[in-house]
């Protein structure tokens, strides 16, 4: 490019890129995106934990250099048309005029997309579910939570995806009701999970650890309180977690009146407690739920305190969502929570 | 300008239109027939329909991506042939800037954008070849 | 140029100039606004409600911001959130960006392309109410107390009956309406820029603007129209129960979606191309030169609007369509660069070393050009297929899309506004104003949205009231509200500027900028006319030409003389070759008159006494909407007569007919219209009819037998069949044979009405109706419509009839085209009809 410039926009371009605190500009936009510290980033497709994920940031990584040198190309050659002092030879449009845009407008763009267009099919292709995969999950989009069910290994659970690291899950993604979307920006893209339509998609981790995800496509009222967890596990730590939810224990007797209260209170209408009389499916399988990370798809930490408060008025932590408000008594609540949070 | 010339330099409209329009026309016909084939081909036919290692969906995507471009060119060199002929005829007398000679700017403004047309055809020919066996991830 | 100037000296050759002021004049008092047709008053009308809709869809931005600012907000709840973001996106989108735009193009258009108003002023009349109405009906739901919460792009099923109410119906009625304005306006607009320039306008000369309204007018007509067809089915579902959404009955909420940004990638584009066209108008004043490249600008313009077509998937990049499909979208996306790119190097190119001064409407177009690159640049980003299965629905789509939006399509409207605002009430606004105004929003934008990149890319999803504090995203959010205050304060000292120079700004001359185009050359504010001689054209600058003796053409001439102060009891506006913009003939545009507004009003009203279960109201309503459309298109027979009486010597002088059929009158442009707007209407609803076929594992769905062959193909034969008795009247009507014309015509209306028994006949008999599933309600949908438009079809041929029996002076005059408009109609009819037995019957068996 630079043989071609015109003297006069070469000497406009030292200029510029000698101008003190230039560079400043690029170092403070470096600082903005990594702005925060590493321990907030836990749903940010920068920090990925998979290769998917890394690859796709990678593609960001290369756009974001490639197109702000662009930008930047763009606006000198502004500043320097609109600004410069015409010095008598200069004063008509660069290189007669159309060649600049020819040049400008049709052959960079040209070369620039041709590459990018190569790069995306390369990474599109790369993104294919791999042949080996061990794990077929299916997830289940509600309004406003997420069913969770192994086929293979008959588990049902909510909220959170328990996989082995290091191999690829299959992930089924279906609708419930109206349209959600399948999204945990540290492990891969996102999936749209279509009612009356089924995607396939597959997810990986590399190492151990909890990874948060969130529905990406407006779906109503609580849209933005649809969260969940992918909790990668190793491979032992992870056979042991589908032996122990394949093994039904039923509930030690000091959970009694807790189950009691459940059948009662009308809980078992919309919750499923395997091994028990309560196979509603409105709501989430509540056999485990003493294992789980959080409560409200996401929204509090799982704890006995935050468990009674959510099921006396789950509306006040999360307004319109379906689980109707109870009237149980302290005790009867009591019991309920111990019940809930006892290991089965 | 005379009544005469402008007569003289009245150009066929049939071929005019088809300079100006016809790399338009065929990128249009391009996108319906790929993005048909492609959603039809990919849900009705199963990937191991093939013909010499490669998809029936994608043979028929590369043959409307050659018909579209063949069109497209087409166009291109009708433009380009019928301006040329314009330009001797022009050499002929004084001759005013291009915008007073209807006929030759629309051939001239017709070729550069058939030739464009054709090629963003041939650019939204590319993803057919990383897909020869099939749709994608299925 | 100065005899086009604002009452020309009296030439011996000019009519009488109070005679045709008065024909121009508008009419007067209050009810002036629902009686007038001129293009000023109108553009008015939508500039001034579009900016209202405007100011209320900012405040709804600043109370969404103000909700976002810190994680776990609780300044609004959930329910008003979502009832926010959803009339703050449709009301910008629908009601603000392309009915300004609209307002301004219908203002700017007619100087430009050296005319004297719009194609159909009746049209421009019943656009800008049923605008208007459209955007009430938008706000009605506040009244009910039932605002949507289902977003601009209303998916379904969240969009659909069982989950959404009668807020929702509303909703979907106003936007069918405004869309119906938009379908009306861009056929005007295309009618208006190909046939009724200025003599010598040749395609070559026409000014670089009116190519962007060009494109954008056939974009208006594709993309509304496919929409329309969506909003339709919808609508139909919340209201008389169809399936075509409903994934429990065979619908597809899938298809919504490809239709929805088939229209909605578009119409994008349909926004920008008309900034682009103002920047293009800006930057060759300011740089005292002409546009360099000027044929690539063009070439980029019209590829951006053909290729804004082929984007329409990169919005469904995460619906599970193949990837095969999806790739070549990416291509399509990425190749708009180009087309953006042309033009932006033009801008530099054109520019360069001439130090333009930095007016107001060039700081508007720095700021747009430095706003703009970026927003283009990380929409390359998004289309590319794995980068957006990251950011799509985050908030780095948030910032992408305001960057195009706001920078690329609001910045320079506003550049347009500083810049012509003399034409629209002949004053200047304050420069210091304008640019207080223009720092304030240039950095206030950046300051909002900028950080919004960073908010996606760190895993902020749109569409959220709220967010946890765990993201680490507050202090992102707490800037980005800022600068959206700073971003409205620096558009409300626009506003200010607007309100405050009305009454004492500086008065602008006519050409305060030195003004290359048409408009510059009339006096400012424009006058009612326009031009009272309509000027010859020999140059692509006109208002920059000094010599041009030495081209004139001698039919050019002829044809601008003929029109000094002339016609002076009608309103005349000359016709031109679309390819070498030669004169070819005198039209009288319409009359005028409170039937559009009025129609608009009932039918209004009508849709609402629908909704609200009024059906009385309802009912009347329609059938008074029905008689003001016909009054609207029944020729004014005294108007006609003064046309016929002064034809022949403006003919004479002109050597131009004014009685014309064909591509040389204007009736023939607006059938021409109509038939590919209803083509493309039944275009869109095979493409569904396959859709779900492809989808669905039997056809006909949920075991309904193959329809029928031999009862509907008697019915589609009649139809078909019909032709031939019009084709009779038609060569008979040439002849001038009397009987044989009304025995052609009374044939058609029989065997039409034949078509319509025989086809309710067999509906009738079915064992599905149209709540069945998604094939019954395809079904049905088609038929009806085609019914409706077979209706729609006799009644012209009716009103043929009786004119042709009871008006026969004007046989030899307007009737030919009434003719020829009737028969195409109908002939089209016969053609669809045949398509639809072939869609809907046959092809089940293949």
Redesign the interface.
């Known amino acids: 490019m630079t043989e071609t410039m015109p003297p006069s926009l070469k000497r406009g371009v030292g200029r510029i890129l000698r101008a003190r605190g230039v560079w400043a500009v690029p170092a403070l936009g470096a600082a903005?995106?990594l702005?925060?510290?590493e321990?907030?980033?836990?749903?940010?497709?920068?920090h990925p934990a998979s290769e998917a994920?890394a690859?796709?940031a990678w593609?960001?990584w290369v756009?974001c250099g490639a197109?702000t040198a662009?930008?930047l190309l763009?606006?000198v050659?502004?500043l320097l048309?609109?600004?410069?002092?015409?010095s008598g030879e200069?004063?008509?449009?660069?290189l007669g005029?159309?060649r600049?845009?020819?040049?400008?407008?049709?052959a960079?763009?040209?070369v620039i997309?041709?590459g990018?267009?190569?790069?995306?099919?390369e990474?599109?292709?790369a993104?294919?579910?791999p042949e080996k995969q061990t794990l077929t999950v299916e997830v289940i989009g509600h309004r406003w939570w997420w069913e969770v069910r192994y086929p293979d290994q008959n588990i049902v659970t909510a909220n959170e995806i328990q996989i082995p690291t290091g191999v690829p899950v299959r992930l089924v993604l279906k609708s419930a009701?109206?349209?959600h979307?399948f999204?945990v920006?540290r492990l891969?893209?996102?999936?749209?999970m279509?009612?009356?339509?089924t995607?396939?998609f597959w997810i990986a981790a590399e190492k151990p650890g909890e990874y948060?995800g969130?529905?990406?496509?407006?779906?109503?009222?609580?849209?933005?309180?649809m969260?969940f967890y992918v909790v990668a596990l190793p491979p032992e730590a992870f056979r042991a977690w589908v032996a122990e939810r394949q093994t039904p224990r039923p509930a030690p007797e000091a959970f009694l009146p807790g189950q009691e209260v459940f059948m009662q209170a009308g809980c078992k209408n919309c919750h499923t407690v395997r091994g028990t009389a309560a196979v509603g499916r409105v709501g989430p399988d509540l056999t485990h739920l003493g294992s789980r990370i959080s409560l409200g798809a996401g929204e509090i930490p799982n704890t006995p305190g935050h468990l009674g408060g959510w099921i006396g008025n789950s509306q006040r932590i999360k307004?319109?969502n379906l689980m109707p408000r109870s009237f149980l008594a302290p005790e009867e609540l009591h019991a309920l929570v111990r019940y809930l949070e006892a290991p089965k | 300008m005379t009544q005469q010339t402008m007569k003289r330099r009245g150009e066929s409209e049939p071929v005019q239109w088809f300079a100006l329009m016809g790399g338009a026309a065929a990128w249009s016909l391009h996108l319906m027939l790929i993005y048909l084939i492609s959603e039809w081909g990919c849900v009705q036919w199963p990937p191991t329909f093939q013909w010499l290692g490669i998809t029936v969906t994608s043979w028929l995507l590369l043959a409307a991506s050659v018909i579209a471009f063949a069109l497209a060119a087409a166009s291109t060199w009708v433009g380009c042939w019928r301006e040329r002929e314009l330009q001797k005829e022009e050499k002929e007398e004084d001759a005013p800037g291009e915008e007073d000679h209807a006929a030759r700017f629309n051939h001239r403004l017709g070729y550069l954008m058939s030739g464009l047309f054709a090629f963003v055809i041939a650019f939204e020919t590319i993803p057919t070849f990383y897909f020869l066996q099939g749709c994608g991830d299925r | 140029m100065s005899s086009t100037a604002a009452p020309p000296e009296p030439a011996d050759y000019a009519g009488d100039l109070e005679e045709f002021n008065k024909t121009w004049a508008g009419p007067k008092g209050f009810f002036k606004w629902f009686a007038t047709i001129d293009n000023g008053p109108i553009g008015f009308g939508f500039m001034f409600f579009s900016v209202v809709f405007f100011l209320l869809a900012g405040l709804m931005a600043l109370l969404m911001r103000v909700q976002l600012a810190v994680s776990e907000n609780t300044f609004l709840s959930p329910e008003v959130y979502n009832q926010l973001f959803t009339m703050h996106g449709s009301t910008m989108m629908y009601l603000f960006i392309v009915p300004f735009l609209e307002g301004l193009i219908m203002i700017l258009l007619p100087p430009m392309l050296g005319t004297r108003d719009m194609a159909f002023p009746n049209t421009s009349s019943f656009g800008m109410w049923t605008f208007l109405s459209g955007g009430l009906m938008f706000y009605m739901s506040f009244a009910l107390g039932d605002v949507p919460t289902i977003g601009w792009f209303a998916y379904p099923p969240l969009s659909g009956p069982e989950y959404t109410g009668l807020g929702t119906s509303f909703w979907l009625l106003g936007l069918g309406m405004a869309e119906i304005a938009g379908i009306l306006s861009g056929l005007e607009i295309v009618v208006s820029c190909l046939k009724i320039r200025a003599p010598g306008m040749s395609l070559a000369r026409m000014p670089l603007f009116a190519w962007t309204i060009l494109v954008t007018g056939v974009m208006i007509v594709a993309a509304f129209t496919t929409l329309l067809t969506a909003t339709m089915m919808l609508e139909l579902d919340h209201e008389i129960g169809t399936q075509f959404f409903d994934p429990n009955h065979g619908g597809k909420p899938l298809l919504w979606q490809h239709l929805f940004w088939f229209f909605g990638h578009p119409e994008v584009y349909i926004m920008f191309i008309p900034a682009t066209g103002f920047i293009s108008s800006i930057v060759p004043v300011f740089a005292k030169r002409p546009l360099v490249a000027h044929t690539y600008v063009i070439i980029a313009i019209v590829l951006m609007g053909f290729l804004s077509f082929g984007l329409w998937v990169h919005h469904m990049f995460a619906t599970g369509i193949p990837w095969l499909s999806m790739s070549f979208f990416t291509a399509a996306s990425l190749m708009i660069a180009i087309a953006s790119g042309i033009q932006v190097f033009a801008w530099i190119a054109t520019l360069w070393g001439t130090r333009p001064a930095m007016k107001t409407p060039m700081l508007w177009v720095m700021g747009f050009l430095f706003i703009f690159v970026l927003g283009g640049l990380t929409g390359v980003m998004v289309a590319i297929v794995p980068f957006d299965w990251q950011v799509h629905d985050t908030f780095f789509l948030v910032a992408h899309f305001h960057y195009v939006l706001i920078g690329g399509v609001l910045f320079p409207c506003l550049a347009a506004l500083y810049y012509w605002m003399p034409k629209l009430n002949g004053r200047m606004l304050s420069e210091r104003m304008g640019k207080w105004s223009f720092w304030t929003t240039f950095i206030g934008f950046n300051v909002a949205f900028f950080p919004m990149h960073m908010m996606g890319l760190l895993g902020m999803p749109r569409r959220v009231y709220t967010y946890p504090s765990s993201l680490g995203l507050d202090g992102y959010n707490m800037v980005a509200t800022v600068g959206a205050f700073l971003l409205a304060l620096g558009f409300l000292l626009t506003v200010a500027n607007v309100i405050v120079s009305a009454r004492k700004g500086e008065r602008a001359g006519a050409d305060p900028w030195g003004g290359d185009t048409l408009e510059w050359a009339i006096s400012s504010p424009l006058p009612g006319p326009m031009f009272y001689q309509i000027p010859p054209v020999y140059s692509r600058h006109p208002s920059w030409e000094t010599d041009e003796s030495k081209r004139q053409d001698e039919r050019i001439e002829r044809a601008s003389r003929a029109t000094a102060n002339k016609p002076e009891t009608w309103r005349g506006i000359l016709m031109v070759d679309v390819l070498n913009g030669l004169p070819q003939s005198i039209q009288p545009l319409s009359k005028g008159g409170y039937a559009p507004s009025f129609a608009a009003l009932m039918i209004t009203v009508a849709s609402m006494g629908a909704l609200l279960k009024l059906y009385l109201v309802g009912a009347i309503c329609i059938l008074l909407a029905l008689v003001s459309i016909i009054v609207w298109l029944w020729p004014h027979e005294a108007y006609l007569k003064k046309i016929r009486e002064s034809a022949p010597a403006l003919e004479e002088e002109s050597g131009l007919p004014v009685f014309t059929t064909g591509e040389k009158s204007i009736p023939w442009w607006g059938i021409v219209g109509q038939i590919s707007t209803v083509s493309l209407m039944f275009s869109v609803l095979f493409y569904s009819y396959f859709y779900l076929r492809l989808y669905s594992p039997t056809w006909p769905q949920g075991g309904i037998p193959r329809p029928d062959l031999l009862m509907p193909g008697v019915a589609y034969g009649l139809l078909a069949a019909s032709a031939l008795p019009q084709l009779w009247a038609r060569r008979a009507f040439k002849r001038g044979e009397e009987w044989q014309v009304s025995g052609g015509l009374i044939g058609t209306l029989l065997l039409g009405a034949a078509f319509i028994w025989a086809l309710y006949a067999y509906l009738g008999g079915l064992e599905f109706t149209h709540r069945t599933n998604a094939y019954g309600s395809m079904f049905y949908l088609i038929q009806w419509l085609m019914s409706g438009l077979v209706g729609v079809g006799m009644l012209l041929n009716l009103g043929l009839h009786y004119r042709y029996r009871r008006v026969p002076e004007d046989r030899e005059h307007f009737m030919p085209v009434q003719m020829q408009v009737t028969a195409m109609f109908w002939y089209f009819l016969a053609v669809l009809g045949i398509a639809v037995y072939g869609v809907v019957f046959l092809s089940p068996y293949v």
């Open positions: 903005f995106l702005g925060g510290c321990g907030d980033r836990i749903q940010s497709t920068l994920a690859k796709i593609l960001w756009m197109f662009v930008f763009v606006m050659l502004l048309g609109v600004y410069r002092r015409p200069g004063t008509g449009p660069p005029g159309t600049f845009v020819i040049l400008g407008g049709i960079m763009p040209t997309l041709l990018l267009l190569i790069a995306s099919l990474t599109t292709v993104l294919r579910l009701d109206v349209i979307s999204w920006p891969n893209g996102k999936m749209d279509i009612p009356g339509h995607n396939t948060r969130q529905c990406a496509e407006y779906c109503g009222l609580q849209h933005a309180k969260a307004p319109g």
